[in-house]
């Protein structure tokens, strides 16, 4: 099979085009330039691209880059500033999968007449669902499972991606890259969003964010008293849930229950506060088609969150075993059956 690697310049993506070669694919290396700005650094830096060409070169596959920065700024970095403006929290890395990495790069690849495109996620696809489906599972690795992020995608991305570390644990996947003596087989994993840079001075996302909306001071409302007990310097970069920077008083915490850029006004709580039965979704997907109402699955807030029983009803789900902590609007819920996804929505 001719197959597209997205060789993002991390140690998942090198194992994954070595084990496709293994396997006797014809394999092409392709890496995504996606950011050149200030913080040009995680998985879309110069840097990256140097480790990834390194790699392929030791492979003896040719590499490509393809400069996606236009689509990257519309689909992701706008949208990621203007839900703060709106007191939202996205969630930019599952819109980067959304838009760049499963659409654009797959449907590039398929021009170029390729015939699936691969990448390191650490997630499994399965090819027996009913009609031959293909199905979406949690990696073999619990603790690196990145599914959580693919839970945007259908069967029609599907039928085209492989994930061939998905079987492998972590420790494999480094174990493998050392053997074959590729250059990022010690390569940290990267963890922060790729477009905020760090530096001296205000925080990065208070930078990144400040360069690009108007910030505004906060008053923060106690719920239960309807009094101001303290102040915010920017109200867009509160998140619901947050206790940190909140303050505190002699009857306890204080966290988030709501953003209202438009007051300026962050309303604050106890934890107990933040308890909800169960969560509105919108921009609901599915991934081979939508279930009923009233099915029950796991809902999972976050990358490693725990994931909650659920029934899902009209315009989201509802928690089965007793209230839960708040999500943050804007944030993904995927959506599960056992390991399986089967869909997922954002929070409203």
Known sequence: MRVLVGLSGGVDSSVAAALLLEEGHDV????????????????????????????????????????????????????????????????????CNRHLKFRRFLDRAVRLGFEAVATGHHARIANDGPGGLPRLLRGHDAAKDQSYVLSMLTVRELARVLLPVG????????????????????????????????????????????????????????????SVVGTVPAVELVTVGQRRGLGASASGRRYALDVDPASATVMVGSEDDLLTEGVELTERTWVAGPLPVGA????????????????LTDTGVCYLEGPDRRVAPGQTIALYAGDEVVGSGTAA
């Open 28 to 95: 092409v290396a392709a890496t995504m330039k996606l950011w050149g700005g200030e913080g040009d650094s995680g998985c879309c830096s110069v840097g990256d691209v140097d480790d990834a060409r390194r790699v392929a070169a030791r492979l003896g596959i040719d590499h490509h880059v393809f400069n996606f920065a236009e689509e990257f700024e519309q689909r992701v970095v706008a949208p990621y500033a203007e839900a703060h403006a709106l007191g939202r929290t996205p969630n930019p890395c599952i819109e």
């Open 167 to 226: 079987e492998l644990t972590k420790h494999e996947v480094r174990a493998r890259a050392a053997a074959l003596g590729l250059p990022t087989a010690a390569k940290p994993d990267s963890q922060e969003v790729c477009f905020v840079a760090a530096g001296p001075g205000q925080g990065p996302r208070e930078r990144f964010l400040g360069e690009r909306i108007e910030l505004h001071p906060g008053r923060l409302v106690d719920r239960a008293t309807g």
């Open 296 to 311: 029950v699955v796991l809902a999972q807030a976050s990358a490693h969150g725990r994931p909650r029983p659920a029934r």
